[in-house]
Antibody
Framework: QVQLVQSGAEVKEPGASVKVSCKASGYTFTNYDINWVRQATGQGLEWMGWMNPNSGNTGHAQKFQGRVTMTRDTSISTAYMELNSLTSEDTAVYYC?????????????WGQGTLVTVSS | QSALTQPPSVSAAPGQKVTISCSGS????????VSWYQQLPGTAPKLLIYKNDKRPSGIPDRFSGSKSGTSATLDITGLQAGDEAGYYC???????????FGGGTKLTVL
């Protein structure tokens, strides 16, 4: 069965960086895009960006321009999302989510989420 | 503020039907597939509907989706207490080349 297992909770100081991992299993990692979505406490879902694990091509929301990097290690079927220059507004649960059917139209499988807390 | 507009909350009694709307524009809903997600408290979102009106395996037919023009709708019939959750629409914006979600709708089963 498809599983996405994310790294554990992080506490970071303002200005620092965080790197969240997402280990995939149960399918061929390079066949489906990975999206990153975040959710601040009590707020809605916010799409951050996507990555094609085969090519390494990425795209992201404009608000994260220059701050977010999405990478992967195909040898261990793991995707990574690194966010730099953290502020308190980046405190949120970060999810990785796999494309459902290869069409890019829906996020069908989600990781359990990684809580990132930014605090001094 | 999301580019996809959903009502903040809806409510109905057990057994009843509820409709959740999602309004966008020609660059997003108007020219792309819509998906719907259910998020129970403290859990990750779950895909309910993809490609406007298709249900993944295991999703009851009480959940149905539709799209017309620049709006989409999620219908839930035979409401159950376990349906209390947040519901989000999602799509792609071809002009901005970004994914997007609606602001979310909190469903209360009275």
């Amino acid at each position: 069965q498809v599983q996405l297992v994310q790294s554990g909770a992080e506490v970071k100081e303002p200005g620092a960086s965080v790197k969240v991992s997402c280990k995939a299993s149960g399918y061929t990692f390079t066949n489906y895009d990975i999206n990153w979505v975040r959710q601040a406490t009590g707020q809605g879902l916010e799409w951050m960006g996507w990555m094609n694990p085969n090519s390494g091509n990425t795209g992201h929301a404009q608000k994260f321009q220059g701050r977010v990097t999405m990478t992967r290690d195909t040898s261990i079927s793991t995707a990574y999302m690194e966010l730099n220059s953290l502020t308190s507004e980046d405190t949120a649960v970060y999810y990785c989510a796999r494309d459902f059917d290869g069409s890019g139209s829906a996020r069908g499988y989600w990781g359990q989420g990684t809580l990132v807390t930014v605090s001094s | 503020q999301s580019a996809l507009t959903q009502p903040p909350s809806v409510s109905a009694a057990p057994g009843q039907k509820v409709t959740i709307s999602c309004s966008g524009s020609s660059s997003n809903i108007g020219n792309n597939y819509v998906s719907w997600y259910q998020q129970l408290p403290g859990t990750a979102p779950k895909l309910l509907i993809y490609k406007n009106d298709k249900r993944p395996s295991g999703i009851p037919d009480r959940f149905s989706g539709s799209k017309s023009g620049t709006s989409a709708t999620l219908d839930i019939t035979g409401l159950q207490a376990g349906d209390e959750a947040g519901y989000y629409c999602g799509t792609w914006d071809s002009s901005l080349t970004v994914g997007m979600f609606g602001g979310g709708t909190k469903l209360t089963v009275l």
